[in-house]
T-cell receptor, first 116, second 111 residues
Framework: DGGITQSPKYLFRKEGQNVTLSCEQN?????MYWYRQDPGQGLRLIYY???????QKGDIAEGYSVSREKKESFPLTVTSAQKNPTAFYLC???????????????FGPGTRLTVL | RKEVEQDPGPFNVPEGATVAFNCTYS??????FFWYRQDCRKEPKLLMS???SGNEDGRFTAQLNRASQYISLLIRDSKLSDSATYLC????????????FGAGTRLFVKA
């Protein structure tokens, strides 16, 4: 079955630690995205990638880093520089990038990160 | 003013009721519009795209009003399984491509 997988489902981090969230897709989509969701707020874009070896900052990139070495994979690292990392992190992919008008984004099941 | 605004609710309705949600957007050059559904502690999933002429999918009807800059979602004959949060999504290309998600409207359908 085609889809997007994220791991782990739950992640606990101590302050000062870097952690990496995994996102893999087998939909053959070019574009991939990372969002953060906080209670009472809409999804906010952290980073996106429209093609392998290229990625762009979203609205809240500070304290995060990504890589896109393979089309299928777009891991997100939450660094110790991110001051309020506790949130629900969602990875998504789409056939076209942000410039495509009616372009559904497919989401993975998410990772809940809690800083202890 | 937020770029995309939704009434957070919650909307509490009985089974069989008709319920409508609105979503306003600030950018008059917005190009495409969507409604996503998000179940509790799950990922969002596309419910329907919203086209200029309006569109219907079973019990769900979506409409776009460009003059007043809002989209709407109407759910007829509500089912218990419709209980979820409904996210409004707007895309535009002015000043760079952007996809903006609303904070969502919570719906509870009761027996």
């Amino acid at each position: 079955d085609g889809g997007i997988t994220q791991s782990p489902k739950y992640l606990f981090r101590k302050e000062g630690q870097n952690v990496t969230l995994s996102c893999e897709q087998n939909l053959n989509h070019d574009a991939m995205y990372w969002y953060r969701q906080d209670p009472g707020q809409g999804l906010r874009l952290i980073y996106y990638s429209q093609i392998v070896n290229d990625f762009q900052k979203g609205d809240i990139a500070e304290g995060y880093s990504v890589s896109r070495e393979k089309k299928e994979s777009f891991p997100l690292t939450v660094t110790s520089a991110q001051k309020n990392p506790t949130a629900f992190y969602l990875c998504a992919s789409s056939i076209g990038g942000l410039g495509a008008s009616y372009n559904e984004q497919f989401f993975g099941p998410g990772t809940r990160l809690t800083v202890l | 003013r937020k770029e995309v605004e939704q009434d957070p609710g919650p909307f509490n309705v009985p089974e069989g009721a008709t319920v409508a949600f609105n979503c306003t957007y600030s950018n008059s050059a917005s190009q495409s519009f969507f409604w996503y559904r998000q179940d509790c502690r799950k990922e969002p999933k596309l419910l329907m795209s919203v086209y200029s002429s309006g569109n219907e999918d079973g019990r769900f009807t979506a409409q776009l009003n460009r003059a007043s800059q809002y989209i709407s979602l109407l759910i007829r004959d509500s089912k218990l399984s419709d209980s979820a949060t409904y996210l409004c999504v707007v895309k535009w290309s002015t000043g760079g491509f952007k996809t903006i998600f609303g904070a969502g409207t919570r719906l509870f359908v009761k027996a």
